[in-house]
DNA sequence: AAATCCACCAACCGCATTCCC
DNA sequence: TGGGAATGCGGTTGGTGGATT
């Protein structure tokens, strides 16, 4: 309040960044490190404000990032953890580390969100009860995967995929990216991938819509990469199992799909080899 | 072929939090 | 320790290009 926002200085340039502004803030980030952004414009001549600086680095010259297509096991994390953590998407980004927070928003928002009402509204129009017992597996689990499946397929053709978008412009930034990567991996302090993770337990204990979760999810889970994964999975089945004793699954106006499609769905084997790739990223929690 | 619609996503805005003097 | 500045984050907007009419 009362403070005018930075980027309405006289003299600051707003509007898509060019490739030559994106090699001066690389080489600029390569000399000097990430951080102390507002020093950058006036260090590099920049007619950006700090922030603008700050977000074209960690959205998309950071090294690292990975552009296009979502995998369906991105999906089913990000569906999980959005259920989890809710709109926390500097949170969920920490699990997908080649994802950025802005990336995964954007891809929420157009379409997942799009997925998860249309699964919904199927839901209602066909009148599709949830059983009371662990038995209600054939009719929500063949339903959602055929969604997710009928989707990701289709996907193929989406604009992501062909990535027509990537232009020319898109892979010089890779390319500048690419330039980074060696000195990013030695750098101590590879900005922003330090969600504290105790906190954000704390913050799904309070958010009471997985309180299985919380008690199954131990620490260590969070901070082995390796573990992700498998851990999410097991959490899932607890979950699965105990909404189909205690038949909580009522409130499906509001919620996403209950877990156990998503289970279904995660360990479906057609995702298995996606699933090992995810594995493999390299995680940057420090 | 032109006009309109629609989906996507990069970038901006404003509030909240953290840092520093 | 209080206040201002810097940074982080989530919501929203606007430009662009493809699809449809």
């Not at 059983?131 to 499946?149: G, I, L, V």
């Not at 992501?160 to 232009?167: F, T, Y």
């Not at 089945?237 to 289970?263: H, I, N, W």
Request: glycine fraction near 6%; charge should be neutral; include cysteine.
């Amino acid at each position: 309040m009362g403070r005018p926002p930075c980027c309405d200085k006289i003299g600051i340039k707003k509007g898509p960044w060019t490739p030559e502004e994106d090699i001066i803030l690389v080489s600029y980030i390569q000399e000097h490190g990430a951080g102390n952004w507002r020093s950058v414009p006036t260090n590099t001549g920049l007619m950006r404000c700090s922030k603008s600086c700050r977000l074209r680095w960690t959205n998309y010259l950071r090294p690292g990032i990975k552009r296009g297509n979502f995998t369906p096991h991105e999906e089913g994390m990000i569906i999980h953890l959005q259920a989890l953590l809710g709109n926390k998407w500097a949170a969920i980004a920490s699990y997908l580390p080649q994802r950025t927070d802005n990336d995964i928003k954007n891809y929420w928002n157009t379409h997942l969100k799009k997925k998860l009402k249309k699964f919904q509204t199927d839901l209602d129009s066909h009148n599709l009860a949830p059983p009371p017992d662990n038995s209600r597996t054939t009719n929500y689990d063949h339903q959602f995967s055929w969604q997710f499946s009928d989707n990701n397929n289709k996907q193929g053709n989406s604009k992501l995929s062909n990535s027509p978008n990537s232009s020319l412009y898109a892979s010089s930034t890779e390319n500048i990216s690419r330039l980074l990567e060696g000195w990013m991996r030695s750098s101590p302090n590879p900005s922003r991938r330090n969600v504290d993770h105790d906190e954000m337990l704390h913050e799904a204990q309070k958010n009471n819509q997985d309180q299985e979760f919380v008690k199954s999810g131990e620490k260590s889970w969070i901070q082995d990469g390796e573990n992700i994964g498998n851990n999410i999975v097991t959490i899932t089945k607890e979950k699965s199992t105990t909404c189909g004793s205690s038949g909580v699954v009522a409130d499906q106006k509001t919620s996403p799909p209950p877990f156990t499609y998503l289970e279904k769905w995660l360990l479906d084997e057609n995702n298995g080899g996606q699933v090992e790739e995810l594995m493999e990223l390299p995680m940057i929690f420090t």
